[in-house]
């Protein structure tokens, strides 16, 4: 190249440098399928000023007219796992559940958090005991389950079984659940535990089969665009593989208390103030997140 072309090249691309980024244009064709909101981890109980707060928190989470329905992430009720929980405690923290949740007549999917079922029932074959139980006060069709909406596949997934993994007649399921779905249908999965998440590094937990799911998802990589936690009282967002995973806080904050040391305000856990999300999901399978603190 002759030395006066070479120079008059390289001053072209070092002007284009030079330029200020332009930033890539939204898509404002995108046709809306449904508005979502998610709640997770409410952990209400009927002591103190928990129910009226809790009601409050309902009414500014639904206070965006146009949500078609509720995903609602688990520990509904402030815990029936511990080993000190009579039957009476259960029964009177679903009862207020049952009246907090009565005040939106949206359908409400559900899924099961560790603290929702009654492990210390007298016998397994108690009514109440496990997960089954926690499945039927959550008005659930079973504890994991799949429906469809407007275009989108929604798989609700229940965690709770031995190193919180999907036990093998669940996991079948869900294979063939994402199997037989029709090529590019986009798809949301719920679990209350993270699937993947940068929060698990330092509190909580996550999936213990996340790289058998992380696999699954993979091959379904057309399907499966979006996967919604709770379990942390953290608000994280990671994206691998393209499938957004959030990690959508809690309503109850740090478990309706004042917050920990740590927080960075009232109510807060660690840095994450109490809070619900509401998704809009779009006919071409993307997603937006967005977490509102309360």
Not at 129 to 158: E, T
Request: charged share 20%.
């Amino acid at each position: 190249m002759e030395r006066r072309k070479f120079l008059q090249s390289s001053l072209a691309i070092g002007a284009a440098s030079a330029l200020p980024a332009m930033a890539a244009q939204p898509n404002t064709n995108k046709k809306a399928a449904l508005t979502i909101a998610h709640i997770t981890d409410v952990h209400i109980h009927g002591k103190d000023d928990v129910p009226a707060r809790a009601d409050n928190y309902l009414a500014k989470a639904l206070s965006n007219k146009s949500i078609d329905f509720i995903l609602n992430g688990g520990d509904s009720i402030f815990d029936a796992s511990y080993d000190n929980v009579t039957r009476d405690m259960v029964t009177e923290q679903w009862a207020v559940w049952d009246r907090f949740i009565a005040k939106t007549n949206l359908d409400v999917y559900s899924c099961i958090g560790n603290h929702d079922p009654w492990w210390k029932a007298p016998s397994a074959n108690d009514e109440m005991y496990g997960v089954n139980y926690a499945a039927k006060r959550l008005k659930m069709p079973n504890r994991y389950y799949s429906f469809d909406k407007k275009g989108w596949h929604f798989i609700i997934l229940d965690g709770n079984n031995a190193g919180t993994k999907l036990d093998a007649e669940q996991m079948a399921w869900l294979k063939a659940d994402l199997e037989k779905l029709p090529a590019k249908t986009p798809t949301l999965l719920m679990s209350h535990y993270p699937i993947l998440s940068s929060t698990c590094a330092w509190s909580g937990g996550q999936h213990g089969d996340y790289k058998e799911l992380k696999a699954l998802f993979y091959q379904h990589k057309d399907k499966v665009k979006v996967c919604l936690s709770g379990h942390q009282h953290l608000q994280d967002t990671v994206a691998y593989n393209g499938v957004s995973y959030y990690c959508n806080g809690s309503m109850s904050g740090f478990w309706w208390g004042k917050g920990d040391k740590e927080s960075a305000g009232a109510y807060y856990y660690q840095e994450t103030p109490p809070g619900y999300a509401i998704l809009h999901l779009f006919e071409d399978g993307t997603v937006t997140n967005e977490y509102t603190p309360l």
